[in-house]
């Protein structure tokens, strides 16, 4: 069901993500004289004090791109559409726009939106089209449960071969073992839409896509650990063409818990796609 207007299920996940390699997510070179490192890591002020964490915009971005990634490679339907380009995005589409002048009703909204948009958009969102999946910034579990290491590096002057003047520079990143809370909101999503999600976890799990900067340097590698898996609003079995009730820990470890999870609703999806 991709509509808004009525919130039928709603599917709240909580764990954690855990660091397997240096990752770097921040801003540009810094010139500042209260600046000690040239590229430092996001941080926010909170009651104890600037601490580091991995925005909510960032992960969302990388588990659309692995999804699509997935989508493509498992279906023989309609490539996704172009979300980086506005008018080849489904929410750009001439045809679409037309339609919000019409002031149509939820209904027709919904019967657009399911035959003419991508899967990707629908459990994504796009322009004029909220996503229905939400996940918030990641802080530390704990202020012991991060670590923060510098870098030295250099830039290369690809035309001279070889490093410039004042080419030394000191980049921030959060060490291996670091772990960060994760939280993620699923609103109206079949079985078959959040096994596509899943998908996507498995392929980052699989260290196959990285977070951050420095990824051609190994950077970016973690994995999305679940702790829960709780219906907050509707039933614990999910709609769909495959029914799915959601499995409850007993006593189970994240990783296994989250490997368990993840079968579960990927086996749901790609039943339908093969």
Same mark, same amino acid.
């Given at each position: ?9 709603? %599917? $709240? /996940? #909580?764990?954690?993500? @855990?660091?397997? +390699?240096?990752? !770097? ?32 915009? +960032?992960?969302?971005?990388?588990? !659309? ?7 493509? +490679?498992? &279906?023989?339907?309609? /490539?996704?559409?172009?979300? &980086?380009?506005?008018?080849? +995005? ?6 679409? #726009?037309? *339609?919000?002048? $019409? ?5 027709? %909204?919904?019967?657009? /939106? ?19 999946? @939400? ?6 579990? &704990? ?14 002057? !690809? ?5 410039? $003047?004042?080419? *030394? ?19 109206? *999503?079949? &079985? ?10 498995? *392929? ?14 190994? @950077?970016? #590698?973690?994995? %999305?650990?679940?702790?829960?898996? /709780? ?29 368990? %999870? ?8 790609? !039943?339908?796609?093969?």
């Amino acid at each position: 069901m991709i509509r808004h207007d009525k919130l039928k299920q709603q %599917i $709240r /996940i #909580k764990g954690k993500l @855990f660091i397997d +390699s240096p990752i !770097r997510i921040g801003g540009a070179r810094e010139e500042s004289p209260y600046q000690i490192t040239d590229l430092a890591i996001t941080r926010i002020k909170t009651k104890d004090g600037m601490v580091p964490y991995i925005p909510g915009s +960032s992960l969302k971005g990388l588990v !659309r791109s692995a999804s699509e990634k997935v989508y493509k +490679s498992k &279906t023989k339907e309609k /490539i996704t559409c172009t979300p &980086t380009s506005f008018r080849d +995005s489904c929410g750009g589409n001439f045809n679409f #726009k037309n *339609l919000l002048k $019409r002031r149509p009703n939820n209904e027709q %909204i919904s019967e657009y /939106i399911e035959r003419n948009f991508c899967e990707i958009c629908k459990i994504f969102g796009t322009s004029g089209f909220k996503s229905h999946v @939400f996940f918030t910034d990641c802080y530390p579990i &704990t202020n012991e449960t991060f670590t923060i290491s510098k870098k030295a590096g250099t830039s290369m002057n !690809r035309r001279l071969g070889g490093t410039d $003047r004042g080419a *030394l520079y000191k980049t921030e990143f959060l060490e291996p073992g670091s772990e960060f809370g994760f939280s993620l909101t699923m609103n109206n *999503l079949s &079985t078959e839409q959040i096994g596509l999600l899943f998908s996507a976890f498995k *392929l980052i799990n699989q260290h196959r896509l990285f977070l951050g900067s420095f990824s051609s340097r190994g @950077f970016g #590698k973690f994995k %999305i650990l679940f702790e829960n898996m /709780i219906p907050e609003i509707g039933e614990d079995v999910t709609e769909g063409t495959n029914r799915v009730k959601i499995p409850s820990k007993n006593g189970k470890d994240a990783e296994k818990y989250t490997e368990e %999870i993840l079968e579960i609703f990927i086996n749901a999806w790609e !039943r339908i796609v093969q």
